[in-house]
């Protein structure tokens, strides 16, 4: 990919990095002294070149020039990421612009021999997707090799089963109901081959209750799998029994939570369950379960057809593979799309968003992983890279990728106070940090909003989500309590700013009531 003036570059190499022996001057000597190429005082300082330590993660911002370097130099030291080609997408009806039924399915290359990579047995599947490099889509970015790998390696008796999550109820995601919606043969193969892997013969394919639509196109494609023969007792030829069945739940946020959709699946309200044991061990009905993401299993069986190495050839190291994105606010093109893993987040909204409404200098800032992970400011957004690891770098996360972009005419105190109430509204209130702790977080955004309080409040906030965070049985404590922490950490001018507006305009209603009060005639 070469696009004027919006490339991002890296440049990957191990070892300890310095200033000094990794400085821009030095950098561009070393691919002048290797490629004889002559310095040319052209040279200008036009791009944003990251050095990628892959021992320690750390990265360095650079800006260097690179015009005036032959194009072989800089293609051996460095790697765009970003660009996907048709070619190497996996997701290729994500739009249903083709037949979803099992016949169009089938053109496009899903079901191919997959009894062939069913036969290769649990141990190689496993050793492929680890190779692989993928990282669970559905938030935490687990290894999925290594989490499938955690169940039983022989039956003790008890069946195993494999859940998929298709709860999808972060706000701004919306990739999974895609793949219900238009690919959902990837989805019911992927169960096949993830199943096989994890010794299950049998998988539940959890949907929130409001998915009517992908809950109708998921059972067609359940019920076209069993009429030819891809499912059921000798399931795609292969010698052994798969089942799939289609759960529809009740739209309760917390059923997201593996235990709580656990939980659901029982028949019982949807209340996470401590750990240990875990679900590995004593999961739905008391038997080894996994439970993971669509997009997850939907990417399985491509990673194997393809190989995992084409897989890991995307995206930086520890972030590998392609991604959908999924994309909203305040852009001009709504969209999800798959990308490459480690585009940089300006890319992907400029590329397929068709940029920020009124530019890239009217961007406010974006939350990048769904409603839970902490928003970023512009500043951060021009220069972050769409993955784990730099996301993390920056105190937020890639969650689901769901990017949800606010430009200048949003309120971004009202914005989080809103999704403060999303999780009051959404706790199970079994634990008391989180029971008690969303609500106040709510009440007190709610004074941080119309600006009613002191300035010392915003620290006692700051607070109040850290005696949340971490204290509570599920992650929904965690979520609540970072999109507040985001606004502290990069917008509290703006909390301090209202509570003076707020103060200064209540001093004047009062100076004016006063001097009715001394001018009032009453006969």
């Given at each position: 990919?070469?696009?004027?003036?919006?490339?991002?570059?890296?440049?990957?190499?191990?070892?300890?990095?310095?200033?000094?022996?990794?400085?821009?001057?030095?950098?561009?000597?070393?691919?002048?002294?290797?490629?004889?190429?002559?310095?040319?005082?052209?040279l200008?300082?036009?791009?944003?070149?990251?050095?990628?330590?892959?021992?320690?993660?750390?990265?360095?911002?650079?800006?260097?020039?690179?015009?005036?370097?032959?194009?072989s130099?800089?293609?051996?030291?460095?790697?765009?990421?970003?660009?996907?080609?048709?070619?190497?997408?996996?997701?290729?009806?994500?739009?249903?612009e083709?037949?979803?039924?099992?016949?169009?399915?089938l053109?496009?290359?899903?079901?191919?021999?997959?009894?062939?990579?069913?036969?290769?047995?649990?141990?190689?599947?496993i050793?492929?997707?680890?190779?692989?490099?993928?990282?669970?889509?559905?938030?935490?970015?687990?290894?999925?090799?290594?989490?499938?790998s955690?169940?039983?390696?022989?039956?003790?008796g008890?069946?195993?089963?494999?859940?998929?999550?298709?709860?999808?109820?972060?706000?701004g995601?919306?990739?999974?109901?895609?793949?219900?919606?238009?690919?959902?043969?990837?989805?019911?193969?992927?169960?096949?081959?993830?199943?096989?892997?994890?010794?299950?013969?049998?998988?539940?394919?959890?949907?929130?209750?409001?998915?009517?639509?992908?809950?109708?196109?998921?059972?067609?494609?359940?019920?076209?799998?069993?009429?030819?023969?891809?499912?059921?007792?000798?399931?795609?030829?292969?010698?052994?029994?798969?089942?799939?069945?289609?759960?529809?739940?009740?739209?309760?946020?917390?059923?997201?939570?593996?235990?709580?959709?656990?939980?659901?699946?029982?028949?019982?309200?949807?209340?996470?369950?401590?750990?240990?044991?875990?679900?590995?061990?004593?999961?739905l009905?008391?038997?080894?379960?996994?439970?993971?993401?669509?997009?997850?299993?939907?990417?399985?069986?491509?990673?194997?057809?393809?190989?995992?190495?084409?897989?890991?050839?995307?995206?930086?190291?520890?972030?590998?593979?392609?991604?959908?994105?999924?994309?909203?606010?305040?852009?001009?093109?709504?969209?999800?799309?798959?990308?490459?893993?480690?585009?940089?987040?300006?890319?992907?909204?400029?590329?397929?968003?068709?940029?920020?409404?009124?530019?890239?200098?009217?961007?406010?800032?974006?939350?990048?992983?769904?409603?839970?992970?902490?928003?970023?400011?512009?500043?951060?957004?021009?220069?972050?890279?769409?993955?784990?690891?730099?996301?993390k770098?920056?105190?937020?996360?890639?969650?689901?990728?769901?990017?949800?972009?606010?430009?200048?005419?949003?309120?971004?105190?009202?914005?989080?106070?809103?999704?403060?109430y999303?999780?009051?509204?959404?706790?199970?209130?079994?634990?008391?940090?989180?029971?008690?702790?969303?609500?106040?977080?709510?009440?007190?955004?709610?004074?941080?909003?119309?600006?009613?309080?002191?300035?010392?409040?915003?620290?006692?906030?700051?607070e109040?989500?850290?005696?949340?965070?971490?204290?509570?049985?599920?992650?929904?404590?965690?979520?609540?309590?970072?999109?507040?922490?985001?606004?502290?950490?990069?917008?509290?001018?703006?909390?301090?700013?209202?509570?003076?507006?707020?103060?200064?305009?209540?001093?004047?209603?009062?100076?004016?009531?006063?001097?009715?009060?001394?001018?009032?005639?009453?006969?």
């Amino acid at each position: 990919m070469k696009r004027a003036g919006h490339t991002r570059v890296l440049w990957d190499r191990g070892g300890t990095h310095d200033s000094d022996k990794y400085s821009p001057k030095r950098l561009i000597s070393q691919l002048w002294l290797q490629e004889a190429v002559t310095p040319q005082p052209m040279l200008t300082a036009t791009r944003s070149l990251r050095l990628v330590n892959p021992r320690s993660s750390t990265l360095l911002l650079r800006s260097i020039a690179v015009r005036g370097l032959s194009s072989s130099a800089v293609e051996s030291h460095i790697k765009v990421h970003g660009g996907l080609s048709d070619a190497d997408r996996i997701f290729t009806n994500i739009y249903g612009e083709y037949d979803i039924s099992v016949e169009g399915a089938l053109k496009r290359g899903d079901w191919y021999r997959t009894k062939d990579l069913l036969h290769l047995g649990r141990e190689w599947i496993i050793d492929q997707i680890k190779k692989s490099g993928l990282r669970g889509r559905g938030g935490a970015g687990f290894p999925s090799g290594l989490k499938w790998s955690f169940m039983p390696k022989s039956s003790d008796g008890r069946p195993h089963y494999l859940v998929v999550n298709a709860d999808e109820s972060e706000p701004g995601t919306c990739k999974d109901r895609e793949i219900m919606r238009h690919e959902p043969h990837k989805l019911v193969e992927g169960c096949v081959i993830a199943g096989t892997a994890m010794g299950a013969n049998h998988a539940y394919i959890y949907l929130r209750g409001e998915f009517w639509r992908e809950a109708q196109a998921m059972e067609k494609a359940v019920a076209e799998a069993y009429s030819k023969g891809l499912l059921g007792d000798n399931a795609c030829g292969a010698g052994f029994p798969f089942h799939v069945y289609v759960a529809r739940g009740a739209g309760a946020y917390i059923c997201g939570e593996e235990t709580g959709l656990i939980e659901s699946l029982e028949g019982n309200t949807g209340k996470p369950r401590l750990k240990p044991p875990f679900p590995a061990n004593v999961g739905l009905y008391g038997c080894p379960t996994t439970v993971t993401n669509v997009e997850t299993v939907a990417v399985a069986p491509t990673i194997l057809r393809r190989g995992a190495d084409w897989f890991a050839g995307f995206g930086r190291q520890g972030n590998s593979g392609t991604k959908l994105y999924a994309i909203s606010g305040n852009v001009k093109n709504p969209i999800t799309v798959e990308e490459e893993m480690s585009i940089p987040l300006k890319d992907l909204i400029e590329m397929h968003a068709g940029g920020v409404v009124g530019g890239w200098d009217n961007l406010q800032g974006i939350i990048p992983g769904g409603s839970s992970v902490p928003v970023i400011p512009k500043d951060i957004c021009s220069d972050v890279l769409m993955d784990f690891d730099d996301l993390k770098r920056v105190q937020s996360g890639l969650g689901t990728a769901a990017v949800t972009v606010m430009d200048n005419s949003i309120d971004m105190i009202k914005a989080i106070a809103r999704l403060s109430y999303f999780y009051k509204h959404e706790s199970c209130g079994q634990c008391t940090p989180c029971r008690e702790g969303t609500t106040w977080l709510y009440k007190m955004m709610k004074r941080m909003e119309s600006g009613e309080a002191e300035l010392e409040e915003i620290d006692m906030l700051n607070e109040l989500t850290h005696e949340i965070e971490g204290h509570t049985i599920c992650a929904l404590g965690d979520a609540a309590a970072w999109p507040v922490q985001g606004l502290i950490r990069h917008f509290r001018p703006q909390m301090e700013e209202r509570i003076r507006s707020f103060k200064a305009a209540k001093e004047i209603g009062q100076e004016s009531k006063e001097g009715e009060k001394q001018f009032s005639y009453d006969p």
